[in-house]
């Protein structure tokens, strides 16, 4: 099925673009979250899964989730609370 | 044109997508989102390009798992050193780009 490969990699790029191009960051996130799912698609598509499952498990879940994390406290008011990686709290 | 040299294609698109918005963004968080997307870019043209009729070959598989680890590493190390600069700062990008 080359036009499913076509139609992969369109979106691929597409999603690239909408998560470089977002309005506010969050979006741009979640974009990217969406990104690293088909991208294990493409690595299935590659014949290759365990790449496709280090990518849905890395690739788009922890970095979107380490991502995600890093918007919350950036929504913080700056100087409000201490930050609880930061040993001088 | 086989499925791999179309991924391999998306992969050459994406890194060069990845490069534009890492120049062209200021916010460090858009930055670090623009180094992952040139990331995924050439892990595909790894593995788009070692692909042809006679199967699979396992070593650049290998190299690209390797990478993904690597830089979802160095992508949390970069996730601590802004929040330590915003803290310090209040700023989100960097004083030298303005």
């Known amino acids: ?89 | 044109m086989s499925g791999a040299l179309a991924f391999a294609w998306s992969g050459v698109l994406l890194f060069g997508l990845g490069l534009f918005g890492f120049i062209m963004h200021r916010h460090l968080l858009r930055r670090l989102l623009a180094f992952n997307i040139m990331g995924s870019g050439s892990f595909l043209v790894l593995v788009g390009l070692a692909q042809d009729g006679r199967g699979v070959d396992p070593v650049p598989h290998a190299m690209v798992i390797t990478g993904i680890v690597v830089a979802v590493a160095s992508t949390a190390l970069a996730l601590v050193v802004f929040r330590r600069w915003y803290r310090a700062s209040g700023r989100t990008d960097l004083p030298e780009d303005t």
Not at chain 1, 36 to 60: C, F, H, S
């Open chain 1, 1 to 89: 099925m080359p036009w499913l490969d076509l139609l992969l990699g369109i979106t691929l790029v597409a999603t690239a673009a909408l998560s470089l191009t977002a309005r506010d960051l969050f979006r741009g996130v979640i974009m990217f979250i969406v990104f690293g799912l088909l991208m294990a698609l493409a690595w299935v598509r590659l014949q290759a899964p365990d790449i496709a499952l280090a990518e849905a498990a890395i690739g788009a879940g922890l970095t979107g989730v380490l991502l995600l994390d890093t918007l919350g406290y950036l929504r913080r008011p700056f100087g409000s609370r201490a930050d609880p990686t930061d040993e001088r709290s």
